[in-house]
C-alpha cells in the first residue's frame, strides 16, 4: 500500500537534479569570491606591513605606503556620511510616518528609484557641475564627499524606510490610542526598534562609498599629493583611485604593489560588511515580538 | 477613582457615545450607514454581527483613529460625553487621552512592564516622577496582574503570556485616566482560560469606566454585557438590554444571528 509508484520514483529523480542544480549555482558563486581574495592575498600579502599602511608613496608611487591614500579615504567616507545619512534619514521617516500614499510621495519614491539606477560617471559629472563649479567648492573632499552622498542617499532612504515598516504597525497605533503624537511615537518606539535596521545600511552605505572611483576623480581625489588633507576642501588622495593609478598610470610599479592596495581596500570593505552583519546578529538575537 | 469626567454642570452625561446619521465610506465602499446609537455611560455594551459588518470600523470612528487612511470619508456626528469630537477646535490627543482602545491581538509596547504601564502617563504629565511606583502598582492591580508581574517589572511586556499582555494592554490605558474603553475582540487571541480571566476583569471594570466591547462570542456578549447591539452589513439593526436581545430579539435578523444561521 505505501510502496513507491513509477510516478514518485520520477518525481524523486527530478527533484533530485533541481536540488543538485541549485547547489551547484550556489558554489558557482562563491567561486569568484574565493578566487580574488585568494589572488589577491596571494599576490599582494608580501608588500602589506605596518609601514605600508602608515607611510607615504615613494619614487614615484612604485615604492612605498599608503597613507594619505587610507586617510583620505576615511575623510572622503566621513563627510559623505555626515551628508547623507541625516537627510537620508529624515526623508525615510517623512515618508513612511508623515507622508500619505499620493502622488507627491509617488513622485519621490520614483526620483529615489531612479537616483539609484544613475551610472556613478554620470554622478561625478553633476559633481563637478554643482560642487567644484557652481558652489565652488573646487576639486575637495568636500565636493567629492558630497557627490558620493547623493549617489548613496537611495541606499540610507531605502534601508531605513525598510527598517522602520518592520515596525510593526500595532506599535504605533498603541501609542497613538494613548494620546501620543506622530513624533513622540517615532522617537520612542519606532526609531529605537529600527535603529538596527538604520545602522545596518548606513554600513552597507560605508562600504560602497570607500569602493568607488569615478565620483571622486573629477571632485576631490588627486593622482598623487604627498600630503595629509587639513580640511575639507582641500584635495586628498584615496584608496579606489590609488589603486587604478598604481595599476595602470605608473610605469615601473612593482607586480605586487596594486595587489597589496586592493587588499588593503577589499579588506576595508569586507570589514565594515562583517561588522553590519554581526551587529545586525547581534541586535536581532535582543529583539522579541 | 471617578473616571467620568466633570462636566461644567457637574451632572454627568447620560450617553457616553452618541452618534447621529454616522456614514463611513472607505474609498467608494460604504461601510457603515446611518449609524444612530446611544451608548449608556458607565455601563458595559456589547456589539455583536458577523464578520465585516462594521463594528471595528464604528469602533475605530469613535476615537478617530480611522481617519490615518487618506481614503476615509466620515459624515454624520460623534459625541463623546456631550462634545462632538469632529469639531475643527477638538484637540485629537484630547479626544485619544478620554477614549482607551484594547485591540484584537494584544499589542503591548516593545519596552518593560513598568514602562508599558507609565508610557501613557509619562506623554501627558511632563517631568513628574512622583508616584510612578505608585501608578504602576495601581494599574496592575486593577487588571489583577500585580501579583504575578510584581517582580519582573524590568522584563519586556511582550515576554508575556497573551493573557497577560492583553491585561497589560488594558492596564497601561488607565492611567491616563480615560472615561471610554473601546475593546475590539479582546479575547479572540486567548484560549478559554484567558477568556475567562479578562471576562472577570472587564467585569471588575464596570461602573468605572465605559465600555464598549466588540464580540464574536455570543456567550461572552451574553455574560459581560449590560447592553447588546446587533449590526449587520454597516447598519445597526437592534439595541437593548443584553437579556431582553437574547431571549426576546425584536429583529428577525437578530434572532437568526444569535440562533447560529449567519456565519
Ligand atoms: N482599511 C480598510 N479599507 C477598506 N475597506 C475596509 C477597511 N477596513 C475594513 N474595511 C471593510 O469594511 C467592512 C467592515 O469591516 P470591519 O469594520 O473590519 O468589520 P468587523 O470588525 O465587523 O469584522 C468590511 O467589508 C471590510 O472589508
Ligand atoms: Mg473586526
Redesign the pocket.
Known amino acids: 500500500m505505501f510502496a513507491e509508484s513509477d510516478l514518485n520514483a520520477r518525481n524523486k529523480r527530478v527533484q533530485g537534479l533541481f536540488r543538485m542544480l541549485f547547489l551547484m549555482m550556489t558554489v558557482l558563486l562563491i567561486v569568484p569570491v574565493a578566487i580574488i581574495l585568494f589572488t589577491l592575498v596571494s599576490k599582494g600579502g608580501s608588500v602589506i606591513s605596518i609601514d605600508f599602511l602608515f607611510t607615504n608613496p615613494t619614487d614615484g608611487m612604485t615604492a612605498g605606503g599608503i597613507f594619505p591614500a587610507l586617510l583620505g579615504t576615511v575623510w572622503i567616507v566621513a563627510v559623505a556620511l555626515l551628508a547623507s545619512v541625516p537627510l537620508g534619514v529624515a526623508a525615510a521617516i517623512y515618508l513612511n510616518e508623515y507622508a500619505g500614499d499620493n502622488w507627491f510621495t509617488r513622485l519621490i519614491q520614483l526620483a529615489i528609484i531612479n537616483l539609484a539606477g544613475v551610472p556613478s560617471i554620470v554622478h561625478a559629472l553633476f559633481g563637478v557641475g554643482a560642487f567644484v563649479i557652481f558652489f565652488g567648492f573646487g576639486t575637495s573632499i568636500l565636493a567629492a564627499s558630497l557627490t558620493l552622498a547623493i549617489m548613496t542617499l537611495p541606499i540610507v532612504i531605502v534601508s531605513t524606510r525598510e527598517s522602520l515598516r518592520a515596525v510593526p504597525q500595532a506599535f504605533r497605533e498603541a501609542c497613538w490610542n494613548m494620546g501620543a503624537t506622530r513624533w513622540q511615537t517615532i522617537r520612542r518606539i519606532v526609531l529605537p526598534n529600527a535603529i538596527s535596521g538604520i545602522l545596518t545600511g548606513v554600513i552597507l552605505e560605508v562600504s560602497r562609498t570607500a569602493g568607488e572611483t569615478a565620483p571622486i576623480m573629477f571632485t576631490g581625489a588627486a593622482f598623487f599629493l604627498p600630503f595629509l588633507p587639513q580640511g575639507v576642501f582641500d584635495q586628498t588622495m584615496a584608496m579606489s583611485l590609488h589603486l587604478f593609478v598604481v595599476a595602470t598610470q605608473v610605469p615601473g610599479v612593482p607586480e605586487e604593489l596594486p595587489f597589496g592596495v586592493a587588499l588593503v581596500l577589499i579588506a576595508m570593505v569586507l570589514i565594515m560588511n562583517s561588522i553590519s552583519i554581526a551587529f545586525r546578529m547581534y541586535l536581532r538575537g535582543k529583539k522579541k515580538w | 477613582m471617578n473616571a467620568i469626567i466633570d462636566q461644567d454642570d457637574n451632572q454627568s452625561p447620560e450617553y457616553a457615545i452618541h452618534t447621529r446619521k454616522l456614514n463611513l465610506w ?1 474609498g467608494t ?1 460604504q ?1 457603515l450607514f446611518d449609524v444612530d446609537l446611544s451608548i449608556r455611560n458607565g455601563m458595559i455594551t456589547s456589539l455583536i ?1 458577523p ?7 464604528f469602533l475605530r470612528s469613535v476615537n478617530r483613529i480611522n481617519e490615518r ?1 487618506g481614503y476615509v470619508r466620515i459624515e454624520g456626528d460623534i459625541d463623546v460625553l456631550d462634545n462632538n469630537i469632529y469639531d475643527p477646535a477638538v484637540e485629537l490627543v484630547q479626544v485619544r487621552k478620554q477614549i482607551g482602545m484594547v485591540f484584537q491581538r494584544p499589542n503591548p509596547l516593545p519596552i518593560s512592564i513598568r514602562d508599558n504601564i507609565l508610557f501613557g502617563h509619562r506623554l501627558h504629565n511632563k517631568g513628574s516622577k512622583a508616584d510612578q511606583d505608585e501608578i504602576v502598582e495601581s494599574a496592575l492591580k486593577q487588571v489583577l496582574l500585580w501579583d504575578k508581574v510584581k517582580d519582573r517589572l524590568n522584563h519586556k511586556g511582550t515576554e508575556l503570556s497573551l493573557e497577560e499582555q492583553q491585561k497589560l494592554c488594558i492596564a497601561r490605558l488607565l492611567p491616563v485616566k480615560p472615561s471610554v474603553l473601546l475593546m475590539d475582540e479582546p479575547c479572540s487571541a486567548l484560549d478559554p482560560k484567558g477568556t475567562a480571566a479578562v471576562e472577570e476583569l472587564i467585569w471588575e471594570l464596570r461602573g468605572e469606566y465605559t465600555i464598549l466591547i ?1 464580540t464574536h462570542n455570543m456567550a461572552q456578549a451574553r455574560r459581560a454585557s449590560e447592553e447588546c447591539i446587533f449590526m449587520l452589513m454597516g447598519k445597526v439593526i437592534e439595541h437593548q438590554a443584553t437579556e431582553d436581545l437574547f431571549v426576546t430579539p425584536a429583529q428577525k435578523e437578530t434572532a437568526d444571528y444569535i440562533e447560529g444561521r449567519y456565519g
Open positions: 472607505y465602499f461601510a454581527g464578520s465585516g459588518c462594521g463594528k471595528s470600523t487612511l466588540v
